[in-house]
């Protein structure tokens, strides 16, 4: 120990001096980091590393079963380690032809720590769940900030444990779509827009747009939905004139639009030639994508824009937005798919919203406690101050994600409300607080979060009954404590304060019981990759195998105590037959886990290839491709890129990931994207790139394409016979 560590201890006069040994700083920081600083209550650190501990073990609890989970971008990330083109440009396969139909920031996580630790479940999947874990903390740390000493921390608190619990959180947490980047990038955003409510400075307004900007290349136009809150917010509450928030604003929107759009720069300005197609897109450029598929389509649907791009589901077979979020309205998110995944604490945290701005609206002095709430930071002496710049930011993300979600008419998949949970959890905790501490001051204020917490009660148990085999005494348990937690805050609110702990703790079960019960059924099961969710499947079918849980049938999703083990979908068991994950270089042992099933499979779902509007691939999404047609082509692929050519990026991926050789997806996603030409097709086959092209079925459009034409006019088709696979189930050209 260095002397600087050493300090005299007091002794007695005339004695020598003793030196006693001082923790040097980093035995101080540790302490801080553990235990939290001296001015906080004991309980604070601890229980949100207990809340951290909780949301890592339901992101990572058997993480491995879900093996490629959503293979479409699973194969994207693989392609990523083969190649820094695909990788740069988030293409489906090494070979670069094709892109996905988002932007690559998710991917270049992913696939940064594959190139590290090898392609594999966990390598993909474990930077997902440390991402959802990362958004919990940072939720925590924003709204412990808004309110002052132990109330912020009470308030953190309850939000972080909500956000942990949010079933469709923890699904897609242990999924490799977009979304947990994100939410992560967002709240974080959060963060740094209330700090600059704050402190007034334009660098931390910067911070923030540039976060927005990032989260624009995770997911695209999702990602401004939380700008209308975050601007109205910074313009109402921080500090200066009016004319100086409106220029930092200003600032900031530059920022933003640089961080959001370089990509998109970059990309529509590289030469089509020497870039792959973008995904999604009707001209080959990222700006339609933006516009079309991933934007307007969204929100409006129709034209077969509404999220599946051209000629996909939109017009097809079944409605857009109805196939797997429910038909459109004010209450989709209250419906029988939706309500287990995020509508919990909707009802509790609309009531705290309005309560807590009608709370904060008394125009105080600097250091005042406004009453029951302790001394609160100001932010402008005698106007406004950080507890309503909070409820302003947090209800704005709310209240415009609500009706988006609500209202849009195009593709909405349930795993989309996951960017709702930061707003319920936060506004959740802040409002659940702020009219506790004013029951002290008025007795109103302790009916109305009485109240909030019996509407809560009665939406849990009316949600788990439409269920009743799953947990069947969950939803009386649930009446019983709730009734408990409403007679314990009254009775505290009329004086009996020794039961206001119970009361509050009773109240917190009710509303949480309903929410962590389908919260851990995900870790019971694999996660449907394309449509993840949680809890017990509701019966109403959301598109894909098995409704919303993408499960087999109906039933239970599986691992939850009291409810039956949910079988296993043969669909899921490596359907084409090629080699298994553990096969391809470089890439670990997966254990037999299993990917996602084919979208083309799907019981009563369309057949893609032939949707109207389509190029006509034919056939569903690509054919099908056995065993001994995939050892067939790579026996012969010999020096070409790619190894195929089939129709969809539904077969390509799983191609992609049982071979770990480049496919090239001539469709995109659903096959109705105009990236294969004749031009193209025959550009390849003369300078040996590609050999063999996958037609699809004889469906009613397999002639109607001048590809699918001149495939068939200058290919030989390749007999069953020469691979072992049975005459009629694809049709397999070589191409001369």
């Avoid at 392609?119 to 440390?130: H, N, V």
């Avoid at 991933?294 to 857009?320: A, D, P, S, T």
């Amino acid at each position: 120990m260095s002397a600087s560590h050493i300090t005299p201890a007091v002794t007695a006069p005339g004695a020598p001096a003793r030196r006693r040994a001082v923790p040097p700083p980093a035995y101080g920081r540790m302490r801080r980091l553990l235990l939290g600083r001296p001015e906080d209550p004991r309980w604070a650190r601890p229980a949100l590393w207990a809340v951290l501990v909780l949301a890592a073990v339901l992101h990572t609890w058997a993480l491995g079963a879900n093996g490629y989970a959503n293979e479409y971008y699973a194969a994207a990330v693989y392609s990523g380690t083969r190649s820094w083109t695909a990788f740069f440009f988030g293409a489906l396969d090494a070979g670069s032809f094709i892109t996905v139909d988002k932007p690559p920031l998710a991917l270049w996580v992913m696939g940064l720590s594959a190139r590290i630790f090898g392609f594999g479940t966990w390598s993909m999947l474990l930077p997902q769940a440390a991402a959802g874990v990362a958004s919990v903390a940072v939720l925590h740390s924003a709204v412990r900030r808004s309110l002052a000493g132990a109330a912020g921390h009470a308030a953190a608190l309850v939000a972080a444990l909500v956000m942990t619990l949010t079933p469709i959180t923890v699904a897609i947490d242990r999924d490799n779509n977009p979304d947990t980047v994100l939410v992560l990038l967002l709240v974080a955003a959060a963060w740094f827009c209330l700090e600059a409510v704050r402190d007034g400075r334009t660098r931390t307004l910067v911070v923030a747009a540039v976060l927005v900007g990032l989260a624009f290349n995770a997911k695209m136009l999702q990602a401004y939905l939380v700008v209308p809150a975050f601007a109205l917010t910074y313009l109402y509450a921080a500090p200066g004139s009016l004319l100086r928030r409106t220029g930092r604003l200003l600032a900031a929107g530059v920022a933003l639009a640089v961080a959001g759009a370089w990509w998109m720069v970059v990309v529509d300005l590289w030469p089509e030639g020497s870039r792959p197609y973008i995904g999604g897109s009707t001209d080959n450029t990222v700006w339609d994508l933006v516009i079309g598929y991933n934007g307007l389509g969204r929100i409006f649907g129709g034209g077969g824009r509404g999220g599946f791009g051209q000629g996909g589901f939109g017009q097809g077979g079944f409605r857009q937005g109805g196939s797997f979020g429910g038909e459109a309205g004010a209450g989709r998110l209250f419906n029988d798919i939706l309500a287990g995944q995020i509508s919990w604490l909707i009802p509790f945290a609309a009531i705290a919203l309005v309560a807590g701005l009608v709370l904060t609206t008394r125009r105080l002095s600097p250091g005042v406690p406004a009453p029951g709430m302790g001394t609160v930071t100001m932010l402008r002496p005698g106007r406004r101050y950080l507890p309503r710049a909070a409820l302003l930011l947090w209800g704005g993300w709310l209240l415009v994600h609500y009706a988006v979600f609500s209202f849009s008419e195009g593709t909405f998949h349930p795993y989309y409300s996951t960017a709702m949970a930061p707003a319920i959890a936060a506004l959740t905790g802040l409002g659940g607080v702020l009219m506790w501490r004013a029951r002290r001051a008025s007795r109103v204020w302790g009916c109305v979060l009485a109240a909030a917490v019996a509407v809560t009660g009665a939406w849990s148990f009316a949600v788990l009954r439409r269920t009743p085999e799953f947990v069947p005494w969950l939803p009386w348990a649930v009446v019983g404590t709730t009734v408990a937690a409403v007679l314990g805050i009254a009775a505290a609110v009329f004086g009996a304060r020794r039961v206001a702990a119970a009361g509050l703790t009773a109240g917190l079960l009710a509303a949480l019981a309903g929410p962590a019960a389908y919260a851990v059924t995900p870790l019971g099961s694999r996660v449907n990759g394309t449509n993840p969710t949680a809890g017990p499947v509701t019966g109403r079918g959301a598109g894909f195998p098995g409704g919303p849980g993408g499960g087999p049938g109906g039933g239970f999703r599986g691992g939850f105590p009291g409810g039956p083990e949910q079988g296993t979908d043969d669909r899921l068991e490596g359907r084409h037959g090629g080699p298994s994950a553990s096969d391809i270089p470089g890439g670990p042992d997966f254990g037999g886990a299993p990917g996602g099933p084919d979208l083309g499979d799907a019981p009563g779902g369309p057949d893609l290839g032939d949707a109207p509007g389509g190029p006509g691939f034919g056939g569903g999404p690509g054919g099908r491709v056995d065993e001994a047609m995939t050892a067939y082509l790579e026996r012969n692929q010999g020096g070409a890129t790619w190894l195929v050519a089939v129709a969809s990026a539904q077969s390509a991926s799983s191609l992609i990931l049982s071979t770990g050789r480049p496919v090239i997806a001539m469709g995109g996603f659903t096959g109705g994207d105009p990236a294969m030409t004749v031009a193209k097709l025959k550009e390849y086959a003369a300078d040996g790139r590609l050999k063999y092209v996958l037609l699809g079925g004889e469906g009613p459009r397999a002639g109607s394409s001048d590809v699918t034409a001149w495939v068939k006019a200058n290919g030989t088709p390749v007999a069953a016979s020469e691979y072992g696979g049975a005459d009629g189930e694809a049709s397999l050209y070589r191409l001369n």
